[in-house]
């Protein structure tokens, strides 16, 4: 696994696009470093912005998107490397001194006060103040000059709460930009927006940028990305990857560029022979139709023994909504599943649990790791759970247990005691990848099992699904890493915008081939 | 001396051991424990005695905090247990009997398991906020104590009652026999099964226990009824102690004192990781820092500003934070000598 070298990496810092070169870039970022326990998030990455520019950050789950605006916002302190904003080298500690310097953030929650009008809302802590007391008049004649300035007509006294999203996010900005913002830093703004909503917050967008803002845009929706940005910064495994004007970039040379592309011979070769799935017995899981309003429109899906079905598809395709519905962790509201013919209702984990599904999320911290608990206790936690807390698994069949998985996986430290939060990334992931091991479940779903460990860890999870599936397991894969799913699946289910959009036998499939398919359906979107 | 000071129970035992010290010195008799008519007598039985109720309702506690969750119904459970009691008894044909008294206890644990069912409904079906769920049944459980008394407090005069609050068995007193009795099969219960595992996963991280598989509404409701079962037990020693149920002052504040001895035990409001040695040693403490007060001479009107005051210095004592910063204060040449070395 080392798709990464294949990529020429600009460690000499962007190249120059066609930016006026008496143009002072407004945010110059050099040789940012950021490391958390057991992974680097940022390696070397230079960023730039120059004002007046609508600069799209891309790059998927994982890639260092929100390490690198955390940086820019003050929220992260940095390893290495230097910030500079207005031309001079700024010392972030912490996010009031990225503001003083110019630079704003409106998160994809807005933190706003939804209680307080939208004038008291704008002014917050800048109250204008006459005699000690906070002069409601002047407050609210200010908001109104400054939505008047982004072509908004909101009424002052009206309370926050009592407006749609769309509105409370443009307020949001306003308030930003009523701070003199010189970079305003928009994370996935449109998530919650309809598609009449996001016109309206791209007019503030763009009026800003004529005021000679610069607006750091981050969103997964490419269509959106095309529409209002001028320039943009691809990341990848907290990599620069490139910058680019957006009118010199197709979406497919963007989707390659997110997602990574290798040498594709030599990724044929190491395949081994290939698995014989089962296909002339039930399938293990059948799914007809399964769906969910807003998460996941109807998907059809067969499983067999013995065979590993790759999910590939951007960030907010569907993949993680679809693994989620197969597990029950999520309720499905359309659709049926079957398991090896028997019809079944999946209404919670533990269900599917019982039903000898597995389901490792793609949140390992928030979703997997029990960071209190120890090594052992993790690993054992589906089993114990399975058995009820009334029968203790025995300390001869536990310590059995741990021992085989802590050597098959080789996690490291290799004390069963250790407290689970002091693992890294990779070892945590094999622990949770043993819990339902050990659970010799008949269906496994890892959703993102690689993502953000280290490449050495990467590799034996791989060898472990290949070898699980050579077993008679039933596996259905998920990674953002095509090469990845490529490299271990039977068979290619393309996701697309919350639909199952293909689905094809891995056949020498080339990464190409499925980001055409992943790219081509969002061409005929836009056309 | 390090890993001395890093065990968890280092902070409470410290605390306990200095206030002892304190005692000691002011009341030299205090450490004596003496025989006297087969019993044993003495401020430490005392204070183990009269701590038996606080200890109880605090491991119950304490398993509901380790799930993220609290009980604020325990005082008026305590009332309830009391009165439902002390009405059976002095409504029964044979008021004075060893069969009445064991109804009467039995009757009385039932009617509590029952509001711990119903707390721990609130919680893990409806999901409603424990600190809110269990506030319906703190206000509203005085007002069916004064129900089930007819505002009156209802006096017994049963000895085998009696004698689960102020009766000796093998010159201990039964209030302290029954709390550790409570306190060892709690002990079993939660370490002997995977109950206290559980327990901790789903106070830690409650999603990823429910994506292992994890029964946790089953695991919380099972927390309730027990805190409810360990209330209602210390309602009736309480109630035993006097021969009375008072339904407006048994137990009043008790689950203040509980969640005290929880947190001081070592047990993080958050949730996770709990130690009921930890719970014992905090209940101790505060029972003996309640006793302290008047031997020691504090005048009485100071009572609770004084023991707010010692509350506060433990909780600072355990908080590594402030000890860095004590520790950085008063060392700081010798540290940067440390870091060099």
């Known amino acids: ?527 | 001396m390090r890993d001395l000071t890093r065990h968890r129970l280092f902070w409470p035992v410290l605390a306990l051991v200095l206030l002892l010290a304190v005692n000691a010195i002011a009341t030299p008799t205090f450490l004596q424990v003496r025989m006297q008519d087969g019993h044993l007598y003495g401020s430490l039985v005392d204070i183990a005695r009269n701590g038996a109720p606080v200890l109880l309702v605090a491991l119950g506690m304490t398993l509901v905090i380790a799930t993220r969750g609290i009980d604020l119904s325990v005082g008026a459970i305590a009332a309830i247990a009391g009165a439902v009691a002390c009405v059976h008894i002095a409504g029964s044909p044979d008021p004075a009997s060893a069969g009445t008294a064991i109804t009467a206890i039995t009757l009385a644990l039932a009617v509590c398991i029952l509001l711990g069912l119903w707390n721990g409904f609130l919680v893990s079906v409806l999901g409603i906020q424990p600190i809110i769920a269990t506030l319906v049944l703190m206000t509203a459980g005085r007002g069916l104590a004064m129900l089930v008394t007819g505002g009156q407090i209802t006096t017994v005069n049963n000895a085998f009652f009696k004698a689960l609050g102020a009766g000796y068995f093998l010159t201990l007193p039964i209030a302290i026999l029954v709390s550790l009795a409570v306190l060892a099969i709690t002990g079993l219960i939660t370490r002997r099964t995977a109950l206290g595992m559980l327990v901790e996963a789903v106070g830690i991280n409650p999603e990823a226990s429910r994506l292992a598989g994890v029964r946790s509404r089953t695991i919380i409701w099972t927390v309730y009824v027990f805190s409810a079962f360990c209330a209602g037990l210390a309602g009736l020693m309480i109630a035993a102690n006097t021969s009375a149920a008072d339904a407006n002052n048994a137990g009043l504040w008790i689950e203040l004192d509980a969640i005290l001895a929880v947190v001081i035990g070592g047990t993080s409001l958050a949730g996770g990781r709990f130690s009921l040695m930890g719970t014992l040693v905090a209940a101790l403490f505060i029972q003996t820092l309640s006793t302290t007060i008047p031997t020691i001479g504090i005048p009485s009107e100071t009572n609770y500003l004084f023991k707010a005051v010692v509350v506060i210095a433990v909780c600072l004592l355990q908080s590594p934070k402030a000890r860095a910063a004590v520790w950085r204060r008063s060392n700081r040449s010798s540290l940067v000598k440390a870091g060099r070395a």
Not at chain 1, 309 to 326: D, H, N
Request: charged residues 25%.
């Open chain 1, 1 to 527: 696994m080392t798709h990464m070298s294949a990529d020429a990496h600009p460690s000499s810092g962007p190249r120059p696009g066609d930016a006026p070169s008496d143009i002072e870039p407004v945010v110059e970022m050099t040789g940012i470093t950021i490391t958390f326990p057991g992974v680097t998030a940022l390696d070397d990455v230079s960023f730039r912005m120059f004002p007046g520019e609508v600069h799209a950050l891309m790059g998927e789950n994982g890639a260092g998107k929100s390490t690198l605006i955390k940086a820019l916002t003050g929220v992260y302190t940095i390893d290495a490397g230097t910030i500079r904003v207005g031309g001079t080298e700024q010392q972030f500690a912490g996010t009031a001194t990225a503001q003083a310097a110019g630079v704003s953030t409106v998160y994809q929650e807005v933190n706003l006060c939804t209680n307080l009008s939208v004038a008291e809302n704008m002014m917050l802590g800048r109250e204008p103040r006459r005699l000690g007391r906070i002069d409601h008049r002047r407050m609210n004649r200010r908001t109104r000059e400054v939505l008047a300035r982004l072509g908004l007509d909101i009424a002052p006294r009206s309370r926050l709460g009592d407006h749609p999203i769309a509105v409370q996010q443009l307020v949001a900005i306003g308030r930003a930009v009523d701070i003199e913002a010189r970079v305003l830093v928009l994370d996935e703004p449109t998530a919650s927006l309809d598609s009449e909503e996001v016109d309206k917050l791209f007019e503030v967008v763009r009026s800003l940028r004529s005021q000679g803002v610069a607006i750091l845009f981050v969103s997964h929706f490419l269509d959106q990305v095309f529409a209002i940005s001028d320039r943009m910064t691809v990341l990848r495994n907290g990599r620069l990857v490139g910058e680019h004007l957006t009118r010199d970039v197709t979406r497919l040379e963007l989707v390659e560029e997110m997602l990574g592309r290798e040498l594709e011979v030599l990724e044929r070769l190491d395949r081994e022979p290939s698995r014989q799935p089962d296909e002339r017995r039930t399938p293990v899981l059948r799914a007809v139709g399964l769906g969910r309003k807003g998460a996941l429109a109807p998907v059809d899906l067969d499983v067999y023994d013995g065979e590993v079905i790759g999910i590939a598809g951007l960030l907010g395709s569907g993949r993680t909504e679809l693994a989620r519905l197969l597990f029950g962790a999520d309720a499905s509201d359309s659709g049926t599943v079957e398991l090896r013919g028997r019809r079944v209702h999946l209404r919670s984990p533990r269900k599917a649990v019982d039903q000898r599904i597995g389901f490792s999320s793609e949140n390992r911290r928030s979703e997997g790791v029990i960071g209190d608990l120890t090594v052992a206790e993790n690993m054992l936690l589906g089993l114990q759970a399975a058995r009820g807390w009334l029968r203790p698994v025995p300390p001869r069949t536990r310590d059995q247990l741990v021992t085989k998985y802590v050597e098959a996986l080789d996690i490291r430290p290799a004390n069963p005691d250790a407290l689970m939060r002091n693992l890294s990334g990779g070892n945590q992931q094999k622990v949770l990848l043993a819990r339902w091991l050990i659970m010799q479940p008949d269906l496994l779903i890892l959703d993102e099992p690689t993502r953000g460990i280290d490449v050495g860890a990467k590799a034996q999870i791989q060898q472990v699904v290949d070898d699980l599936a050579r077993d008679g397991m039933g596996v259905v894969f998920i990674s953002a890493e095509l090469e990845e799913v490529l490299r271990l699946s039977d068979r290619l289910v393309v996701m697309r915008d919350r639909h199952k959009v293909d689905e094809i036998p891995n056949v020498q499939t080339t990464t190409a081939d499925l980001m055409a398919i992943i790219a081509r359906d969002e061409e005929v979107a836009r056309a």
